[in-house]
């Protein structure tokens, strides 16, 4: 009895002492070499001595705060790899938008005195992409530099190019790379095996890049001085190589292996907003990869920064979003001028309305999917806007804001983005871009043409700049024609301060054309040179090749007053395109020809012409003959003449 008195008093005890516990308190074992016993430890007291002092007070404890506000961002991630993704939303004017997604990846250390090509293939890659680093092992490439661009960038509306244009490229396909190489002959040779490595990866036309391609530039595209590119191998150079293919098709294809290189492979965290779909048909969009290979005194590692950025016509999306076909604007849904004579079959429109609220699950078709849930730093959000709009990230179904419209997504929890505003036109101030230039062909014929830049300054400094300029060898470019057109009685010795050109080798080497220019404030001026035009072989010639050549886009950097980076429109040029029906058709009657003749002399040569009578007689077995006997006796005995009536009885 006492026993069982004993076992009842220290079930109460213990409850009470695990009633101040909660969900998320910790057990903790002082010491960590004892053990928390077996069952029948735990169910029998073999101290003779337990028991309760009577006169013991057992003080009350105070609950904990409770916060005064929900905090939806709970949950964090339980991994730490150097991992980081950010989203940057910035309105611009006439409604549209600018989505700037980001994402930060580091690799672990490397082994330098192993060499690039012996390292450890498995400890480095954590949240790095498996698939790039035998490739930079395997061309020796210190430094890689991709970009896909499409569409078209106002910057007399929307200022600068993000990131002061230094990871936006020209329309097609731009690719640059820093190879570690003995020899320039075997740099070319690493260079043509990386372009066809990244055209598998990436899906793209690279692999089509060749010598007739290919430059080596001189003052643009240089490494930035933040972090010197490591050398391997002491007896070794670096070369810096350059391709790009213009108007290079980009689609879904192409976005597809940039999700696949992030460790969340767009299934949570910012990127589940992606969908190839909404980037594509959004007004101009840039996908680029940096990759930089970082060293210190010890260890080196491999830093990838990866870009995908997009401009958005905000009314078109909702529209498209809210009716997938298109459909004609019901009658109570027009916006007409009632100023002017308007029905249901005429109106005259007024202009897009200022007022615009919108989610993003509106605009990209889904919701952020939680945060990375890969990295300690959590996926964040942030909204660029100006003093007349509102963000808020929407949890659920409630609505939270922050004072500088950045926003920490740590939960697992579906997140949306709430924009509103009064006044679209009332956006976040850009910065204006520092020069403005275009670049034209001109001339009609099919033999010869000319090429115009014009540069802008409207600025009240000096502007030095680094003009880039890769032709095609079929542009026999004269550089003894360049001249200059100035209306403040600019010469070309004001403005150029340095040249480098290399002329084209047909069918080798394209015309590589570099140029240090200083631009005087408030002026313009242009600079144009004369060419002709070769004529290709038949086989060169593309599948459409009336639809022209297309011309890469001109680069240019700028050094001072700021470090910003810019592209010229790309160039559709005519060469003489021969008829190419001709060919066909000749093909086509030649091959008629040959035909017949081999036919008929084949049939001369190897048959002889006999009756079937005279085959069956001469090639026939003896079962053959037998039966050509006994058909050819049916034969005579049906040819016989049988009179229809006897004759004797007719005389009778």
Known sequence: MKALLLLHTLLLVSFAELSTLTVDDELVILDGNLSAGNSEDNCVVNDPSFGIKEEEVVE?????????????????????????????????????LLASFQFN?????????????????????????????????????RQLHLRFTHG?????????????????????????????????????????????SLSG???????????????????????????????????????????????????????????KLLPTKGKSGVASLLDGHKVF????????????????????????????????????????AEKPIPKPVEEHELRCDESKPHDVFECFPLPESTDREFELSKLFGRYILGTNLVSRSPSRVCAEVGPNWSALVKVGNT????????????????????????????VASSEDVPIYVSRSLTGYGQDGGGLRTVFKNPSNETVSLVYFESLPWFMRLYLSSLKIESEDGLQLDDVITNTFYLPAIDRQRPTHLEYNLKVPPNSTFALSYQFDKALLKYAEYPPDANHGFDIESAVVTVLSPLKYEMRTATLLLSLSTPDFSMPYNVIILTSTIMGLAFGTIFNLMVKKLVT????????????????????????????????LFDESKKNQ
């Open 201 to 259: 990866l990436f899906c793209t036309s690279i692999n089509f890049i060749g010598s007739d391609k290919t430059s080596y530039p001189v003052f643009s595209f240089q490494p930035s001085g933040e972090n010197s590119l490591p050398l391997f191998n002491e007896n070794s150079k670096l070369y810096l190589v350059r391709a790009a293919l213009a108007n290079e098709p980009i689609c879904t294809e192409n976005l597809t292996p940039f999700l």
């Open 105 to 141: 990846i580091t690799s672990d250390e490397l082994s330098i005195d192993k060499g690039a090509s012996h390292f450890n293939s498995y400890a480095h890659n954590t949240v790095f992409p498996r698939s790039i680093s035998p490739i930079l092992e395997h061309t020796n490439t």
């Open 152 to 196: 078209l960038w106002d910057a007399e509306s929307w200022g600068q190019l993000p990131h002061n244009g230094s990871k936006s490229g020209g329309t097609g396909v731009e690719i640059w790379a820093v190879l570690e190489s003995d020899s320039k002959q075997a740099a070319f040779a690493q260079w043509i095996s990386l372009a066809n």
């Open 60 to 96: 009350e404890q105070e609950p904990p705060p409770v916060s005064g506000h929900f905090n939806p961002f709970q949950k964090e991630s339980l991994m730490d790899y150097p991992f980081e993704e950010r989203l940057v939303l910035r309105p611009l004017p006439r409604n549209f």
């Open 399 to 426: 609505y939270f804001s922050t004072d500088d419209n950045c926003f920490e997504i740590k939960g697992d929890e579906l997140h949306d983005l709430y924009l509103q505003t009064s006044d679209t036109a009332q």
């Open 281 to 320: 048909d959004s007004h101009w969009h840039s996908l680029s990869i940096d990759i930089e290979t970082r060293c210190d005194d010890t260890s080196c590692k491999y830093h990838m920064e990866e870009f995908v950025e997009m401009v958005v016509h905000v009314p078109n999306a909702l529209d498209r």
């Open 612 to 643: 079937v009578e005279e085959a069956d007689k001469s090639n026939g077995s003896v079962g053959s003959r037998i039966i050509f006997k006994f058909r050819e006796r049916i034969k005579a005995i049906f040819k016989k003449k049988v009179p």
